[in-house]
Every structure is written in structure tokens, then in C-alpha cells.
């Protein structure tokens, strides 16, 4: 059973567009990480969140963690065919692991 | 310089051999893990070792064994594979175990095809 729930499971828009992905959960989590893995590759950190309500923005990348801790969101303005990829969202609890989401596959088109 | 290295970076073996996955981290982080990824994405952990000693043990079948000769590297040795093993294994380190928080670096990742 996954802890962690990301929609959609695929997206695909054109260079320009905008798109929101999200991860939730049914469980609280300590910090909410988020990752980007390309083909061949091994996962890249994008950012971690760790206080509920708290937005973090890394350029046209914007990060959200819910009020109660048990879901986030990923938000891209103006996607480049460079923001392709996979995208995890990844949970933290006070032990040693973190908990992945099935992951979201973006495709932008240029 | 190369951060968490894995080898080999494809292993293709038949059913039943022994096959093993070696990892070094540079980075002088405490912790160290292996994650299994599956076709549908899915990246799963499985172990986890803190200065050489074992804290995650998923339930992973007991064919699979890590090994930690000490805190740089992590090795992944699979006895009697089967077709089900097939996947992509991603070595990671982070500097602690960091209680859930901490940023965990990720190697290339070694594909395992079991024919």
C-alpha cells in the first residue's frame, strides 16, 4: 500500500503552459520532499517543505505543503521542454525513511 | 567528481545466478540505502545502513543481503534471481539519517534484467 497518492500519473502540455501536480496522503508527515528524475538517471531533490502551509519557490517552480502536513503540490509556470521528466514527491516521519509516490511523467512539448 | 557511484550500470543475468551491486559514496554521509524501482516507476526502499550498522530492513525477501565493508560503501548482493528481481536498484546516501528531512543523493542506478 502506498502512502503517498500522485496525480496525475501522466501529463503532457506545450512549451508555454502551465500544470499543477499533486501528492496526498492520508497520513501526517514530518517534511514533504520533492524530486526530478530524467531517463537513466538516478532521483535529483528539488526542494523540501517541513512547515504545513509553507510555500517554497525554486524559479518558475512553485512548492506547496498542505496545512495539516499530508499533502503537497508542484506548480511549473511556463513549462520548457527542460522540465521534462519524472517528478516523486517523497514523505518524511520520524524514523530513517522517506515514502515515494508512484511519480508523475511530464512531457512538454516544444 | 562523482558523487553516489554504482556498478555495474546494466547486469543482465540468467534465473537462478548470484549477482552482486556495488555502491560508493564520496560525500562522507553516515547513511546509506537502496531503493528497488519497478517498471511502473515506483521507487521502494529496502535497506538502510548508519555507519555501518543496519536500521531499515523492509521486508525484502532474505535472497537479498547489503553488506557494508564500511560507512562509504554499501553493496547489494541477490542470490538465486528471479524474473520478479528485474528493476532498476538506486543506491543513496544522506549525512544522517535526518529523521525524514534529510536530502538524500541518489547514484545512476544499475538495471537488472532476469532472463
Known amino acids: 500500500t502506498q502512502l503517498l497518492e500522485q496525480s496525475p500519473q501522466f501529463l503532457s502540455i506545450q512549451e508555454g503552459e502551465n500544470l499543477t501536480v499533486y501528492c496526498n496522503s492520508s497520513?501526517?508527515?514530518?517534511?514533504l520532499q520533492w524530486y526530478r528524475q530524467e531517463p537513466g538517471e538516478g532521483p535529483v531533490l528539488l526542494v523540501t517543505v517541513v512547515t504545513g502551509g509553507e510555500v517554497k519557490k525554486l524559479k518558475r517552480l512553485t512548492f506547496q505543503f498542505g496545512d495539516a502536513r499530508k499533502d503537497s503540490s508542484l506548480h511549473i509556470t511556463a513549462a520548457q521542454p527542460g522540465d521534462t521528466g519524472l517528478y516523486l514527491c517523497a514523505g518524511g516521519r520520524n524514523d530513517y525513511k522517506l515514502s515515494f509516490g508512484a511519480g508523475t511523467t511530464v512531457t512538454v512539448r516544444a | 567528481d562523482t558523487a553516489v557511484s554504482q556498478t555495474p550500470k546494466y547486469l543482465v543475468t540468467q534465473m537462478g545466478n548470484d549477482k552482486s551491486i556495488k555502491c560508493e559514496q564520496n560525500?562522507?554521509?553516515?547513511?546509506m540505502y537502496w531503493y528497488k524501482q519497478d517498471s511502473k516507476k515506483f521507487l521502494k526502499i529496502m535497506f538502510s545502513y548508519n555507519n555501518k550498522e543496519l536500521i531499515i530492513n523492509e521486508t525484502v525477501p532474505n535472497r537479498f543481503s547489503p553488506k557494508s565493508p564500511d560507512k562509504a560503501h554499501l553493496n547489494l548482493h541477490i542470490n538465486s534471481l528471479e524474473l520478479g528481481d528485474s528493476a532498476v536498484y538506486f543506491c543513496?546516501?544522506?549525512?544522517?539519517?535526518?529523521?525524514?528531512?534529510?536530502?538524500?543523493?541518489f547514484g545512476p542506478g544499475t538495471r537488472l534484467t532476469v532472463t
Open positions: 497520513s501526517v508527515f514530518s517534511s
Open positions: 543513496a546516501s544522506s549525512p544522517q539519517p535526518g529523521q525524514g528531512t534529510g536530502k538524500q543523493y
Open positions: 560525500l562522507g554521509h553516515d547513511t
